[in-house]
């Protein structure tokens, strides 16, 4: 059996799912705990009903408070609505799982809709010939942003821009499709293996007065 749990450093955990939850409830990371309360809330800070997307927010009652060394106004801008905001885009369904889109900060608004890289990527890792992969917005004039891919292929694999267009269009909705799409023989790591995405994302945007 595996169990599975969600949190962050500041909350701890605040969901727990079991083999048999999951099965019930494939995709979720899980339930809150008794003495936890895990809200998805709009940009607002209105709660939203199950199903529909926003930032999840969540605390331990009775847990400990914590701060950021010599960062007080981070440790401010992470509460709202008296929860902590981890950081991550998720819903509710209607029995109280909590399943998970991506991060916030990767989101991208393009004409104001809301795409989430993870779901992209996600479909890019099994196209053929594809060894990894990151998805992130680019200024665009009449959009705000536009979707970008940076595919790396698998070696000796040739892969072109129009082959990962063609395929993500059998996979995903017309407008994730990204308007980009760049070939890497390596992509960029942070210490721990993870895909350093702002270094590809950055240089799109040098220059900008803006982020959206």
Not at 118 to 129: H, N, Q, R, T, Y
Not at 130 to 141: L, Q, S, Y
Request: proline share 6%.
């Amino acid at each position: 059996m595996i169990n599975e749990y969600y949190g962050s450093t500041e909350t701890s955990a605040v969901v727990f799912c079991s083999s048999e939850d999951w099965l019930k409830h494939p995709g979720t990371v899980g339930k809150a705990w008794p003495e936890a309360e895990v809200r998805v809330i709009d940009a607002d800070g209105r709660t939203l009903p199950p199903q529909e997307v926003g930032e999840v927010v969540a605390r331990i009652r009775g847990l400990a408070d914590f701060t950021y060394h010599g960062d007080d106004q981070k440790r401010r801008d992470s509460e709202k609505v008296g929860l902590i905001a981890p950081g991550d885009v998720g819903y509710l369904d209607a029995d109280g799982f909590l399943y998970l889109c991506d991060r916030a900060k990767d989101m991208i608004i393009s004409g104001g809709v809301n795409i989430y890289p993870a779901e992209i990527e996600g479909e890019l890792a099994k196209m053929p010939g594809v060894a990894d992969c990151a998805v992130f917005g680019i200024p665009d004039e009449e959009f705000g942003e536009a979707v970008c891919a940076v595919v790396q292929p698998m070696p000796g694999q040739h892969l072109s821009e129009a082959d990962v267009k063609a395929w993500l269009r059998g996979q995903v909705a017309g407008y994730k499709v990204p308007k980009r799409v760049e070939l890497a023989a390596e992509l960029p790591r942070e210490d721990s293996g993870k895909i350093f995405k702002r270094k590809l994302r950055e240089p799109f945007w040098a220059g900008l007065d803006r982020r959206i």
